[in-house]
Structure formats: structure tokens, C-alpha cells
């Protein structure tokens, strides 16, 4: 597996591991902080609980088959994956239009929409997608899955630091200013 292959892998795994982490994290209701946004039909508020779960086992499954070698099972859970960032991207870009900066319930119930969230979850979409096509091939050696696993949980924790500085940008503007 070359650097060519590594880093490109890298990203597309970083994605599924945020999937998982996401679902593990998130404590709150997402279904009340989805019926605030009111943007869906209620039909499709009432599926908000599947949601943490079902991105859960999208990010789960693509990570399992890579550490497997399963090809197949990787290049079945990478399209939902890049489906599930696509409509995400779709949805946090209405809700950023239409409502602002809203918490959107991404990682946690707090965190507001942004345009970097709307581009983060297209470039994990772009990211993930080459892995439908089958490339980068999945390794046969555990160690160079092993590696791509670790260095995409790196990548995630970037992400994740990155999106909670961003979300305090401008948060200290007022300080140390006097109210006269």
C-alpha cells in the first residue's frame, strides 16, 4: 500500500469513524432538536431515533470490513456512508439558509450549523466515494489496515478539535469590553 493509497483511505475511514463516534456520543434527544429545525414532515421526524443508529452502523460496517479485508461489505457500507453525508450536507445547508446558526445536532445538541459543517460533510462524501469503486483496494496485510484504521481515528479527532474551535470563533469578541 503506497502513500497514494494510505492517505486517500485515511480520509474516507476518518468519515465512517465520526459516523460512529457521533452515535456513540450524542446523549440528548436528536428527535426534539430535529422538530425544532422544522424542516421535515413529521413522518420523517418520527424516524429521528433510527438515525444515531443507523449512522452508527454505516460508519461500524465500513470500519469492520476494512479491518476484515472484506471488499465487498466496504464498498456496500461506503455508499450509504457517502449517502448519509450528502443528505447531511443537503439538510445542514437548508437549515443553515433557513434558520441560521441553529444548533444542529451533529456531534452534540449544542453545537450550531455552519457553512464548514456543510463543507466538511460534502469533502467526507467526496472522500468516501472512490472507496464504492473499490479504490483504494483494502490491503491484504492487517498491518497496513491496522495503520489506515489509526491514522483515520487521528483524522477524525482533527475534525472534531477543528469543528469545536470553529464553533467558538467570535464567542470572546465582548469580553474584557466595558458595557459604558
Known amino acids: 500500500m503506497t502513500i497514494f493509497?494510505?492517505?486517500?483511505?485515511?480520509?474516507?475511514?476518518?468519515?465512517?469513524?465520526?459516523?460512529?463516534?457521533?452515535?456513540?456520543?450524542?446523549?440528548?434527544?436528536?428527535?426534539?432538536?430535529?422538530?425544532a429545525h422544522d424542516l421535515l414532515p413529521s413522518f420523517l421526524v418520527r424516524l429521528t431515533p433510527l438515525a444515531g443508529p443507523a449512522e452508527g452502523l454505516a460508519g461500524a460496517a465500513v470500519l469492520a470490513g476494512w479491518l476484515a479485508g472484506e471488499a465487498r461489505l466496504v464498498r456496500f457500507a461506503a455508499a450509504a456512508v457517502a449517502l448519509w453525508y450528502l443528505a447531511l450536507a443537503a439538510y445542514l445547508a437548508v437549515l443553515l439558509r433557513r434558520r441560521g446558526r441553529v444548533p444542529c445536532g451533529?456531534?452534540?445538541?449544542?453545537?450550531?450549523?455552519?457553512?464548514?459543517?456543510?463543507?466538511?460533510?460534502?469533502?467526507?462524501?467526496?472522500?468516501?466515494?472512490?472507496?464504492?469503486?473499490?479504490?483504494?483496494?483494502?490491503?491484504?496485510?492487517?498491518?497496513?489496515?491496522?495503520?489506515?484504521?489509526?491514522?483515520?481515528?487521528?483524522?477524525?479527532?482533527?475534525l472534531i478539535v477543528a469543528d469545536k474551535v470553529a464553533d467558538l470563533q467570535g464567542t470572546s469578541a465582548a469580553h474584557g469590553r466595558s458595557s459604558r
Do not use: Q
Open 5 to 35: 493509497d494510505t492517505l486517500p483511505a485515511c480520509f474516507a475511514l476518518a468519515g465512517a469513524v465520526l459516523l460512529v463516534i457521533a452515535a456513540v456520543r450524542r446523549r440528548g434527544d436528536l428527535t426534539k432538536v430535529i422538530r
Open 106 to 158: 451533529c456531534l452534540d445538541e449544542t453545537s450550531p450549523a455552519s457553512p464548514l459543517k456543510v463543507g466538511r460533510a460534502v469533502l467526507l462524501a467526496v472522500a468516501t466515494a472512490p472507496l464504492v469503486a473499490g479504490w483504494p483496494p483494502v490491503p491484504a496485510e492487517m498491518g497496513a489496515r491496522l495503520l489506515v484504521c489509526g491514522l483515520a481515528a487521528v483524522v477524525a479527532g482533527f
